[in-house]
């Protein structure tokens, strides 16, 4: 049984371009969790979605991101016009359930953005 | 509202000796609490939680962690350090009120001397 699946794995972006990052979650869980990691700190929640619908994105930046997980293919993390704060590396986890139901997530590998 | 503290950036320690990464939480609820650990390079491996059941809590990898209501605290341990136990430590909190979002400490760096 594949984990969850990140990719790509590291990604270089100049200010302005967009990045996208995609997200398979595990089999049979239909919840997503997008965090994002700056460098020497903690992770921190930016979006939660179930298929085809967002559950709580209190913790995107307001402009310029952007996330989805349609009913076919992997959930997408959408960063517009990049700037440098943006570099980071961004977590995908999912979960069968509700986390406040399993009480555990999934953590993908990562995907690293460099913007330039 | 919930937050964590992990109270050491960094922890070395000799390879065979015992290992403790101190946690403090602070939650609203009965709250939830987990240590993952990532390796450099590599996703977040969950090594033990605690959902109000038994308050000594066994992980993966032969670390351990007790709750302490009274403490706040949820520290975790080890009895005999290994060279492959050098990672990333991170001690998460979320409470049980259908809050999905998970608040990660800001990490313990493990260091093991050879």
């Known amino acids: 049984n594949a984990g969850v699946m990140q990719n790509p794995r590291h990604l270089v972006r100049r200010r302005g371009q967009e990045a996208r990052l995609r997200c398979s979650p595990m089999?049979?869980?239909?919840?997503v969790y997008w965090y994002r990691q700056l460098p020497e700190e903690g992770l921190k929640f930016m979006v939660y979605?179930?298929?085809?619908?967002?559950?709580?994105e209190s913790g995107m930046p307001k402009e310029r991101f952007s996330a989805e997980f349609p009913k076919e293919g992997p959930s997408i993390l959408r960063i517009q016009q990049v700037v440098r704060g943006d570099s980071a590396a961004y977590f995908c986890?999912?979960?069968?359930?509700?986390?406040?139901?399993?009480?555990?997530?999934?953590f993908g590998e990562g995907s690293r953005l460099t913007v330039l | 509202a919930q937050s964590v503290t992990q109270l050491d950036s960094h922890v070395s320690v000799s390879e065979g000796t015992p290992v403790l990464l101190r946690c403090n939480y602070s939650?609203?609820?009965?709250?939830?609490l987990f240590w993952y650990v990532q390796h450099p390079n590599k996703g977040l491996q969950l090594l033990l939680k605690?959902?109000?059941?038994?308050?000594l809590v066994k992980g993966i990898n032969g670390f351990e962690a007790e709750f302490k209501k009274s403490e706040t605290s949820f520290h975790l341990t080890k009895p005999s350090a290994h060279m492959s136990d050098a990672a990333e430590y991170f001690c998460?909190?979320?409470?049980?009120?259908?809050?999905?979002?998970?608040?990660f400490g800001t990490g313990t760096r493990l260091t093991i001397i050879p």
């Open positions: 986890a999912s979960s069968p359930l509700s986390r406040s139901d399993t009480g555990e997530l999934f």
């Open positions: 089999k049979g869980h239909s919840h």
């Open positions: 979605l179930q298929k085809e619908n967002i559950i709580d």
């Open positions: 939650s609203s609820y009965s709250p939830s």
């Open positions: 605690y959902t109000s059941a038994a308050t």
């Open positions: 998460v909190v979320t409470d049980n009120f259908g809050n999905e979002k998970l608040t």
